[in-house]
């Protein structure tokens, strides 16, 4: 079934230039490092960073060739943290394609990732001013900074709910929340409306990131197309589950400490069945409701047109998608 | 006992303005992130790659501050290669520290590498101009392609000299060429100079790692501070058991793959008694030897004094190092 963002829309063409620019970038002809690029093609999804990139910038002026180039550059960045993220949580299965760490071992991975973050950065470079290179490479020591807080964080029950959205504001919001500043600076947006759509991007990561959250404890393998269950099963500690410790007895608490040290692949069930119930699902698809709503909230000074249309949509995308 | 190149020298003042640069850029406030940079300064080593940075700009003009935010910027890539090594390798030992993947796991190590190299790019975007981002990320491409297909050769008793050739240079030698090209021409030096100079850092990088890879094969952990024996036990052919197998009969090649093929942890020492007595050790320094003359020959345009000297000195360390 086609998502609302794969329908017909005047962004598609835009969409498809970022396409021909990410894949004019990480040509090689060396053998081995094209095989694994053809893989690393099935990973590109619903192009969601580009397309708040492109979207911000026709909402508040008009698409450029920097927010094409742009465009693939934040894309492969997204696709480095994939890439790596396999390897970190020994994914089996990444949209519906077997995860590169499977088929070329750790090593492989982890040279993918780089090879990936190395061209984003070579194609940013391309660009007449260090600004966005800047912005991009504060963007990503942020997302680093928020995985290395996850891993420390690992199993941790005292988690707090604030911990968590620090957390997803720097490994998830911050690169969204970068594509819509750098979508409207780059279009020559005034200061306010730079800075509406940085807070519309940051708020809408933050949903984004919760309802991921939501969907590793609830939906399928074949839904998200790709491996379900991995929060748990690493011990990371998302918003559900801190609600439901919040009104945890000391019993449910040790139910839950032994559900996540119990065997892999059992553990997101068990946790998953704990929390049923509890309303815990609810108040965190709650939560993400309320960052959208927030994040709408900054589109208000748009004019109307199709951009800011797609917009909302998108922003409605973030809370209604099963992938 | 100290090297050649930890005596004094006018260029030491410069290299500690490279380590607070350094400092300043990757520094965290985040506690677990502060810990883990704490154990890669125990990393840095001989700073090669800045000193050849700043030697080249000193010998053929002056050490400007481009040069030591430069010189920081490489050796922070240059880190990031190392951690990111020792997830790919295992490696349990790296310069007299337990290596990072051993102290917080693979994903610790992979995250660690993303930091650093994060920050390699944000410090340089903070230069004027994009040119040295565009040339530092081309190389990094580079590197990945030398390291992806160094894996892809891997147990691979075809690989000719020339492959090996090929993947030295783009994995090590890049980076070196790179350091000496930004060197000259960001102290302003005329085309001829800079091609030059970029020509020296070419042949002694891979000088560099062809006697690296015979340290690896014949020298003691505790010369060398890191691990040795990995390139036998991850079936990486460096140019000694290439140039053994050259002269190798049926007997000798099936021998070979039978070290390549035993117990982990054995196969350097098979490989190592295996070469013993055929030459094939001295071949590969011999190899390195003429590759250090002719790096030198790149040297003689340039004016007497204590860089050019400097320079002629670190070709010698090349050469000559045990660690």
């Not at 070329?104 to 600004?131: F, K, M, P, Q, W």
């Not at 208000?300 to 800011?308: F, I, K, P, Q, Y």
Request: net charge negative.
């Amino acid at each position: 079934m086609k998502t609302v963002l794969e329908r017909q829309s005047p962004i598609n063409a835009a969409l498809q230039e970022v396409n021909a620019a990410f894949d004019a970038e990480v040509r090689s002809d060396l053998r081995f490092v094209a095989a694994l690029l053809d893989q690393v093609r099935s990973y590109r999804g619903k192009l969601l960073r580009p397309r708040l990139l492109l979207l911000t910038a026709e909402a508040v002026g008009r698409i450029r060739r920097e927010h094409i180039v742009l465009g693939a550059v934040v894309e492969m960045v997204h696709m480095a943290t994939l890439v790596h993220d396999d390897v970190l949580d020994e994914a089996d299965v990444r949209r519906r394609s077997r995860s590169v760490n499977r088929t070329v071992g750790n090593e492989g991975a982890v040279l993918l990732g780089d090879y990936l973050i190395s061209h984003a950065y070579h194609l940013c470079s391309s660009l007449g001013s260090t600004r966005a290179s800047r912005r991009i490479a504060a963007v990503t020591n942020t997302v680093c900074e928020g995985e290395l807080m996850q891993i420390a964080r690992r199993g941790d029950l005292a988690l707090s709910e604030a911990d968590y959205l620090e957390i997803i504001r720097r490994k998830t919001a911050a690169l969204t929340s970068v594509c819509c500043e750098l979508g409207a600076e780059t279009a020559g947006a005034d200061q306010s409306a730079v800075e509406n759509m940085t807070a519309f991007g940051m708020d809408l990561g933050v949903a984004f990131q919760i309802v991921d959250d939501v969907l590793d404890l609830t939906a399928t393998e074949n839904e998200t197309g790709k491996s379900v269950g991995r929060d748990a099963d690493m011990g990371k500690l998302t918003l559900p589950m801190i609600r439901f410790l919040q009104g945890a007895n000391e019993g449910d608490r040790e139910r839950f400490r032994a559900a996540l040290s119990s065997d892999h692949g059992e553990r997101a069930a068990r946790v998953g069945s704990l929390l049923n119930g509890t309303g815990a699902i609810e108040y965190a698809m709650e939560a993400a409701r309320s960052y959208i709503v927030s994040a709408t909230s900054h589109l208000s000074n748009l004019a109307d047109g199709w951009a800011r249309e797609e917009l909302f949509t998108t922003a409605d995308f973030v809370i209604r998608r099963r992938q």
